[in-house]
């Protein structure tokens, strides 16, 4: 049976596997240090649409298409779709996959939305619920800057605590089984910690990463107690978008409760921009920034070898435009699955 441990944990007997995936991006992303890793790099960011929420729409639906082909299968061998991004009411989803007709189970996380809809993805198939699910989400630069900023035209100027929203989507197929359509999967997920909401107070907008790390930091703490694992486990622990500001709030913060993970540290949201040139400030953020890593990176890095297992936390900062207008705090949350090599 499924274990589930301590508060917060599930160690599955069963390794649920991802079966493949792909990513689609935007050209800022395609400049970057990965641009070579990804599936697709558009054009330009509109993606042959009117608005830049179709836009993000079309993102989805060629990231599902993708990932599909790769996996050998159609969308009626997927018993569910789990997926979400950052607009009002997930309208990227909605527009982006409806054309697939599989059955929707919307979830949001903000940022950590890759995360949230692996982990249930994975616990649906655990659980005998399904066999084979996809999970998908995104994110848009321009989408995002007029849902929670500023729009583009305003010209604002952006501290250099800001960091850079995606442009991409990553997309998923997981399955219960090592292998389909004549293919090996490419990793398997083992276990998981599910985060819950940490609200420090702070009402930065432009500075997601402090916002986020302390969440960041209650799920990595969580895990090791109810794994009784140290840091040293894992070859990477991977969190989503926190950028230069949130690593460094994280490790000093996890440091404090007797964890060092300076060595195992990577961020999503540092590797998908080269700041310096690119003039992404703190590093890169939204659903697509550990999504689009996730596919065209990490699971690379597994499926060669070159690491062993990863802990890949996705981050999320819950706010919206509403309760920022309202001066609320902007609080976070963080999700993280233990993903391995296939032995």
Known sequence: MNQKLGRASVRLERPVYILNSASVVGTKEGQG???????????DDMFGCKTWEEAESALQKEAVGLALEKAGLRPEDISYIFA???????????????SYQIPLLGVYGACSTCGESL???AMSIAGGFADKVACVTSSH????????RFPLDYGSQRPLSATWTVTGSGAFVLSDEPEGGGRKARARISAMTVGKVVDYGLKDSMNMGACMAPAAAST?????????????????IITGDLGKVGQRVLIDLLRKQGYDISEQHMDCGLEIYDAASQDTHAGGSGCGCSAVTLSAYILKQLEEGNWKKVLFIP?????????????????GIAHALVIETIR
Not at 141 to 148: G, I, T, V
């Open 315 to 331: 981050t999320g900062a819950l706010l919206s435009k509403t309760s920022f207008n309202e001066g609320m705090s902007v609080p």
């Open 141 to 148: 630069f321009a989408s995002a800057e007029k849902e929670f």
């Open 220 to 236: 990595l703490e969580q895990h090791f107690t109810d794994f009784a694992g140290q840091p040293e486990e894992y070859d990477k």
């Open 33 to 43: 240090p990965l641009g070579l890793l990804f599936d697709k790099v558009g054009r």
């Open 119 to 121: 982990a249930l993805g």
């Open 84 to 98: 979400g991004d950052l607009l009002g009411q997930s309208m990227a989803t909605s527009f982006g996959i409806s």
